[in-house]
């Protein structure tokens, strides 16, 4: 199957502080990717869609100053929690769209825990 | 919209043993996809199968199969000879443009 990178895996910060994390398809390349947010013992929320060279859709409820997406080239999308406070903390998780399997493939995911 | 269901929050199952997964879904949509997704305690998401909606055929993968009734609106997901690797958190997901999750079925492989 397709891979999905996410960097990093987990991350530490002090609240405040901005926080970016990559997601890469290594052998597809992706026009759309997704972000997630999963809280413990719950199911994928999606955050936003992003798209190579567009802006991205925010789902309703979602921030779009609090988590800037960008989504430079075929390959990577970045998600950025800017200002991140305790209440950020969670697990997001990156999908990339194999189109022509109409497949979404995830990235592992990364812990962020801000203090 | 979409919505996916999965009824059964909790399932057990002995090792060698066949275990039956369900799912409901809507959406109005008449072209989609259908996926069962695994969520091992790593939390990586891990595709199982998936399923074209315009196919009649049940996809099958491996020791992995679904029996999809499209009339009915029904997904379940099939495992055979069930392994301690198979213990997870299961997804059924369904998608047109976006994907929706269900609840998710937790897993237990027993010896």
Not at chain 1, 5 to 18: A, F, L, M, N, W
Not at chain 2, 5 to 13: F, G, K
Request: glycine share 4%; net charge positive.
């Amino acid at each position: 199957g397709a891979v999905v990178s996410q960097h990093p895996s987990r991350v530490i910060c002090k609240s405040g502080t901005s926080v970016k994390i990559e997601c890469r398809s290594l052998d597809f390349q992706a026009t759309t990717m997704f972000w997630y947010r999963q809280f413990p013992k719950q199911s994928l929320m999606l955050m936003a869609t992003s798209n190579e060279g567009s802006k991205a859709t925010y789902e309703q409820g979602v921030e779009k100053d609090k988590f800037l997406i960008n989504h430079a080239s075929l390959t990577l999308s970045t998600l950025t929690v800017t200002s991140a406070h305790p209440e950020d903390s969670s697990f997001y998780i990156c999908s990339a769209l194999d189109r022509p399997r109409g497949t979404q493939y995830f990235g592992p995911g990364t812990r962020l825990l801000v203090l | 919209a979409q919505t996916v269901t999965q009824s059964q929050p909790e399932m057990s199952v002995q090792e060698a043993e066949t275990v039956t997964l369900s799912c409901t879904y809507d959406t109005s949509e008449s072209d989609y996809y259908l996926f069962w997704y695994k969520q091992p305690p790593s939390r990586q998401m891990i595709l199982v199968i998936r399923q074209e909606a315009y196919k009649q055929q049940n996809a099958t993968e491996n020791r992995f199969s679904v029996n999809f009734q499209k009339a009915a609106k029904s997904f379940s997901l099939k495992i055979s000879d069930s392994q301690l690797g198979d213990a997870a958190m299961y997804f059924c997901a369904c998608t047109a443009s976006k994907l929706t999750f269900g609840t998710g079925t937790r897993l237990q492989v027993t010896l």
